[in-house]
């Protein structure tokens, strides 16, 4: 798999080219990524959400991906993986309720 830099650098840079978000020019690469399937990620406790990883990280089956934490700071549930993958998505909200998707991990990731 590839690292955060170089998937972050494959999956924005082409797209913020095309619209003018930023100036430059982008090749078309002999390989492309697709994303198969996305496994959401859902907390069962509300709260802030803490993040460990950062998007396109690889994550690992069990390993955790987000601490949800009481206004005080408190831990009140530890968010975890539950397949090997991609973290793809995360929200864009600071706190989530219970039964909230607060992330997607690219579970079947293809090259084209």
Do not use: C
């Amino acid at each position: 798999m590839k690292s955060n830099l170089q998937i972050e650098s494959v999956v924005a840079k082409p797209w913020t080219i095309n619209y003018g978000f930023i100036d430059g020019k982008h090749e078309i690469k002999e390989k492309q990524i697709v994303v198969k399937k996305l496994q959401p990620i859902n907390n069962n406790h509300g709260g802030f959400i803490k993040y460990h990883k950062k998007l396109y990280d690889i994550v690992e089956n069990r390993q955790p991906i987000a601490d949800i934490t009481e206004v005080f700071g408190k831990v009140v549930e530890t968010v975890i993986s539950p397949k090997d993958g991609v973290l793809w998505s995360t929200s864009l909200y600071p706190m989530a309720f219970s039964g909230s998707t607060i992330a997607l991990i690219d579970v079947d990731m293809a090259y084209i």
